[in-house]
C-alpha cells in the first residue's frame, strides 16, 4: 500500500513542496512506499518551484477512501483537505498552524506541530542526519518552500531556526537567496493568467469569525498594482465565489512584499466595519492600506472581529 502525502487545497510553495519532501524520506530513507499528491492546481510560484528544480507535478486528486493511508502536511484543518479525509487511515501529522480539530483517526498517530514559520523547515529537523542523502531537488524544495513562507524572511511568523536552515541549504546548494527569491516571488506575482475567481480562491482559506462564514484570500506580489488595476472585477467576483463556495463574504489582502504591507479591498459595509474593527483604520473608499500586515496566520486571522 502506498502512502499518499499531501497539503492543503489551493496549494502553495510549501504545500507542493513538503509532499514531496516527505514522500521521498519515507520511499527512499524509511522504506515505506510514499507519494505526493496534490489537492488542486499549484500556484505560480509553486510551478515555478517544480521546474526550476526539476520536479514533477504530483497527481492531482480529489478524495480518498477508507482504503488510502495518509500522511497530511502544512494544515490540520478538515475544511482544506478532502471530503472523506476521515474516512481514511491517517498515520501522521506535519504542521506549523494552529490546532483547529475536527479531524478524526481509526488509531493513535504521530503529531507534530511546531511553531516555525514553514512545514519544510519542521520536516529538516525531523529528517536529521538523513539530509545528507537528500538530493539536490529534495534540498531545492525544502529552500524554497521556508522562502516562500517567511517572504524571504519579512514575515513575522519568521524565526531564527527557519532563517538558520535556509541559509544552510542555500550555501549548500549554492543559491544567492536574494537572487533565487526575486525569481520566486516575480513567478508568485505573474497572475495574467488566471480569472477573478481563481485569484480569489488561489490562496484562500475558510474561517468564521464572529459568526460570520469567511473565506480569508491572500495575494502576495512584488506587483500589486497588476492586481489592484483589477479591483473592480475582482469585487464583482467576490459575491459570485462567496455565493459558490458557501461563504457570506471574502475578504482579499493583496500583499506588497517589498513594501510590507497589504491592500484590503473593501467591497461593501461588511468588509468597512471588519476592517475598522479589526486594524483600527479608517475606511473612506473601496481599499485599505494596512502597513506592516504581511501573514494570514499571525496577524490577519487572530486580529479579524466586528
Known sequence: MTTLVFGHKSP???????????????SEIKGVPAKAVLLGEPNTEAAFMLKYWDLAKPEIIADV???????????????????????????TIIDHHMLVGGLKTKNPIDITIRPLACTATIMHDLI????????????????????SDTLEFRSPTTTPHDRAIA??????????????????????????AFSDAELLRMDSKEYNVAGKELRISVLETTAPKVVLDRKASLMAAMETVAKEDGADQVLLF?????????????????VKQMAEASFGCTVTGDTVVLPGILSRKKQIIPALKL
Open 167 to 192: 541559509e544552510s541549504l542555500a550555501a549548500d546548494l549554492r543559491v544567492n537567496i536574494t537572487a533565487f527569491a526575486a525569481e520566486m516571488f516575480a513567478a508568485k506575482s505573474d497572475v495574467s
Open 128 to 147: 536529521g542526519t538523513d539530509m545528507a542523502n537528500a538530493p539536490k531537488a529534495i534540498k531545492g524544495a525544502m529552500l524554497s518552500c521556508i522562502l
Open 254 to 270: 493583496v500583499v506588497d512584499i517589498l513594501k510590507e504591507e497589504a491592500t484590503l479591498l473593501v467591497p461593501n459595509d461588511l
Open 65 to 91: 477512501s477508507a482504503n488510502d493511508t495518509v500522511v497530511i502536511v502544512d494544515t490540520n484543518n478538515p475544511a482544506e483537505l478532502p471530503p472523506s479525509i476521515n474516512d481514511a487511515k491517517i498515520t
Open 12 to 26: 502553495d510553495t510549501d504545500s507542493t513542496g513538503s509532499p514531496i519532501i516527505w514522500a521521498w524520506y519515507l
